[in-house]
């Protein structure tokens, strides 16, 4: 019963999802108006579309969570304006505070707004490889930023979190207990999950996509991303699933398009590499099962080039 009932909330939010749609609320910075996801969790959903000067690059979740003694903002934004953007929104919510903002994990689009919120005397929590990222790569992440972003970058600027934790951070605001959670290697270092158990939320990150095919990075590691879904994120079966891409869903459908997608992905690859098949065919191992996802063109002959690679080396 539960989770028809989380599917029968979410199902509304299925049918706006679209990576042709350039803006959804063009008064405002953010690609679209924050959405009560249950009651007092709210997100601001993004573009399923890579960042653009349209849609100023608010293409993953800017989600935040209110509670008696405060707001946790989940996600910085790719800019200092969607930073203010997702603050001024949240002033219509709420006259609390936000105490602290956490980056799912070291891309531009999760940190480049950390600016904005450490000069409102905010902290900012991210995962210790997330941090080493950011510092390594930091004016790559910016100048890429400013690349399609041009005047609607304004001082952006590069702010590390203040505040890190390896395996799991916990805290309690307002009665509401808050699981800041490493589940282990999945699509990018330092990814992390919001766990809320009292509620039966997860806000995901980026181990879950479901409306927009997942990226494979060179640095991404598919076998481990398996295991770390199978072994850590399904024991939490959470009803609601708010996924760092995409419209907020349930466990099932990020399953389906998430772990079944590299699943497949990974027994094409692994058969064509017992076949002989070399990485220029790799590119073209069948994917049309998947082909309705967002940003499949984008994607799917990246990612199996790049899954060829790891696994020849298996």
């Not at 210790?128 to 400013?146: F, H």
């Not at 009803?239 to 992905?265: E, K, M």
């Amino acid at each position: 019963m539960k989770t028809l009932a989380a599917f029968a909330l979410l199902l509304p939010f299925t049918a706006f999802a679209s990576e042709d749609i350039a803006d959804q609320y063009p008064q405002s910075e953010l690609y679209s108006k924050p959405v009560e996801v249950i009651p007092n969790v709210f997100s601001a959903i993004g573009a399923t579309a890579p960042p653009t000067y349209e849609n100023a690059g608010h293409n993953n979740n800017l989600s935040f969570v209110v509670t008696s003694e405060g707001v946790v903002v989940v996600n910085s934004g790719a800019s200092d304006a969607l930073a203010k953007a997702l603050h001024e929104e949240i002033k219509q919510v709420t006259d609390q505070p936000v105490v602290l903002v956490i980056n799912e994990n070291g891309q531009g689009h999760a940190m480049l707004g950390n600016g904005y919120w450490r000069d409102q005397g905010v902290d900012v929590l991210a995962h210790a490889e997330a941090i080493a990222e950011t510092q390594e790569n930091s004016d790559m992440i910016l100048q890429r930023m400013r690349g399609y972003n041009k005047d609607r970058a304004g001082e952006t600027r590069v702010e590390h979190a203040n505040m890190s934790f390896d395996d799991r951070y916990d805290l309690t605001l307002g009665g509401v207990e808050m699981q800041v959670l490493h589940l282990g290697p999945a699509h990018d270092p330092g990814d992390i999950q919001v766990w809320i158990p009292a509620w039966d939320l997860l806000i995901a990150g980026d181990i879950a996509f479901h409306e927009r095919m997942l990226p494979v990075f060179p640095h991404t590691c598919t076998k481990c991303w398996i295991e770390t879904w199978q072994e850590k994120l399904e024991p939490l079966a959470p009803a609601y699933v708010i996924p760092g891409h995409g419209h907020p869903t349930n466990l099932p459908q990020v399953r389906r398009y998430t772990l079944d997608y590299l699943t497949d992905l990974r027994g094409k690859v692994g058969a064509h590499i017992e076949a002989g098949g070399d990485l220029a065919s790799a590119y073209y191992v069948d994917q049309e099962r998947w082909k309705n996802l967002d940003t499949f063109e984008e994607l799917a002959t990246k990612n199996a080039g790049r899954v060829f690679e790891e696994m020849e080396w298996e």
